[in-house]
């Protein structure tokens, strides 16, 4: 297995753990917070599917799906389409208020513009320094590990929330 591969794999496996939490969701269940702070189900889907999509982006030098494809609009967020979620309050996640429809289908676009960015690069390219203001400097493997790791904690987080609304009935 390549490097390319072996990333490829591992985002792949984030899309599986989205739509299994998404599984015929309501509002109701996407929404479902586990106190009055916490994050839900929509929140986390739509920011790990925004930081995804943010980074990668930036690291091919291309448009955000979210801004590029119309996601923004579709989503009619009271924040900016830059915004990924680093630094939201309990009211903007609250805001979130999105159907497993939409939620689905934008981290499916931004799944997508990812393979298709990923199946570009060999195993130099991930050698290659994206950032020097880090002590040690961040390469482009070390920024899609920091994504996949990101990724993948909320995906688990949001399955987590949903075990959770489902028993309690939501």
Known sequence: MTPTELLIEEFSRIQGTVHRTLKN??????????????????????????????HLADLAGIEQVYIGQGWAERFDLPFGPTATGYGHTS?????????ADL???YYDAVHSA??????TLSAADL?????????????LGVRLASVLSDDLQHAGQAAFVRGLADRAGV
């Open 25 to 54: 969701a309501t509002v109701a269940t996407l929404t479902f917070r586990a106190d009055a702070d916490a994050n839900t189900i929509a929140w986390l889907t739509w920011h790990l599917s925004r930081v995804q999509d943010d």
């Open 114 to 119: 990812s393979i298709a960015y990923l199946a």
């Open 103 to 105: 939620l689905g289908g």
């Open 91 to 99: 009211a903007d996640v609250a805001a979130v208020r999105a159907d």
């Open 127 to 139: 050698d290659r320094v994206i950032d020097e203001s880090w002590t040690p400097v961040v390469t």
